[in-house]
């Protein structure tokens, strides 16, 4: 079993800049991929950002490409997801994911565990 907790989601103006955070416990950390993923209301959860087990391969959602970053540090069983630039359609409930798995996974169904959410709000 692998426990997630968000953090750092809040509100911000557009342009702004916001970073997740994503502590996990109950396992070897280092043995899992890492995911971020987001739903707005209304909306289907959306994947946004991929870690690997490793930190060497990551991926994006083309709708955040070259404003946000994934990262984790696995000496601190955590993953973070800086995202700068914000927009209005960035607005949503923000959930890490976790997943013992090798390659790259960018759906929903594919991860095991998740976090309870954090809200990002983007003013306009």
């Known amino acids: 079993q692998v426990q997630l907790v968000e953090s750092g989601g809040g509100l911000v103006q557009a342009g702004g800049s916001l970073r997740l955070s994503c502590a996990a416990s109950g396992r070897t950390f280092s043995n899992y991929a890492m995911g971020w993923f987001r739903q707005a209301p209304g909306k289907e959860r959306e994947f946004v950002a991929f870690n690997s087990w490793s930190g060497t391969s990551t991926y994006y959602a083309d709708s955040v490409k070259g404003r946000f970053t994934i990262s984790r540090d696995n000496a601190k069983n955590s993953v973070f997801l800086q995202m700068n630039s914000l927009k209005p359609e960035d607005t949503a409930v923000y959930y890490c994911?976790?997943?013992?798995?090798?390659?790259?996974?960018?759906?929903?169904?594919?991860?095991?565990?998740w976090g309870q959410g954090t809200q990002v709000t983007v003013s306009s």
């Open positions: 994911a976790a997943k013992r798995a090798i390659g790259v996974l960018t759906t929903a169904s594919a991860y095991d565990y």
